[in-house]
């Protein structure tokens, strides 16, 4: 009986020590990425460039405190258009033969919600006790926490904070396409602040062999930006 109240004893004081530790990297993560001065900022317009196998496409990005988002990626004078109205989500991907608005899955809109600035996931994940941290691990030789996020329907993803900065340097999960599972890993780079705001300037997406490049080219804070931005008609 000794025994078994010892082996608790060291269980429960490894959860509260777990917790404790999380508490403590959301905290670094959101101070890092000046996510606790959100509430100062409204808008965000992005203009970037998308490159995949030797092509560039502009892409603009339009955020509106606080939760709309909209991404619009040109390739041969269409638009692949994806947007968050803080209701619903809808799609428009000419790629696949038709220019008409697509309403995005719940899935599909939990996933360009993380895109959004104003939505710091990581914090609200903690809050909703979806997070466990599970070691360390170096990415491009740096210390980094490696932490678990549980996204439901049985699906989670990896969550990696530099140990030293706070800030994500690095994602990792499976997906599923056309009854495959693919890893997809996306490495945010070259912090730069911009009227407060601080985002990655840079990131790459790599999966099944291929990189995709996301650059920012311009970042505007607090310009004026209508909520019919958000609606497609």
């Known amino acids: 009986m000794k025994k078994l109240i010892l082996a608790a004893s060291f269980l429960f004081a490894a959860i509260a020590l777990n917790a404790q530790n999380l508490d403590e990297i959301i905290g670094k993560f959101t101070t890092a990425n000046k996510l606790d001065r959100i509430g100062d900022i409204k808008t965000i317009r992005i203009s970037a460039k998308t490159s995949i196998m030797g092509m560039e496409m502009p892409t603009e990005i339009w955020m509106k405190s606080p939760n709309k988002i909209k991404t619009v990626t040109s390739f041969n004078g269409q638009d692949m258009v994806q947007v968050f109205d803080g209701e619903k989500g809808y799609s428009v991907n000419p790629m696949t033969g038709s220019s008409s608005p697509v309403e995005m899955t719940p899935e599909q809109v939990k996933q360009i919600s993380r895109n959004n600035y104003f939505n710091?996931?990581?914090?609200?994940?903690h809050?909703?006790?979806k997070l466990s941290l599970e070691g360390e691990e170096s990415v491009n030789g740096k210390q980094a926490y490696r932490i678990?996020?549980?996204l439901g329907n049985g699906t989670s993803a990896l969550m990696y904070i530099d140990k030293a900065s706070g800030l994500l340097v690095?994602?990792?999960a499976?997906?599923?396409?056309q009854g495959m599972d693919i890893t997809v890993e996306t490495y945010p780079s070259d912090y730069t602040e911009t009227n407060g705001v601080l985002l990655p300037m840079k990131t790459t997406t790599s999966t099944s062999g291929m990189d995709i490049v996301i650059s920012f080219t311009k970042?505007?804070?607090?310009?004026?930006i209508e909520d019919s931005v958000f609606k497609l008609k």
């Open 219 to 224: 970042v505007e804070v607090d310009i004026p």
């Open 120 to 125: 710091n996931y990581m914090a609200q994940y």
């Open 174 to 177: 499976t997906v599923n396409q």
């Open 170 to 172: 690095k994602t990792s």
């Open 148 to 150: 678990k996020a549980d």
């Open 127 to 129: 809050q909703e006790g």
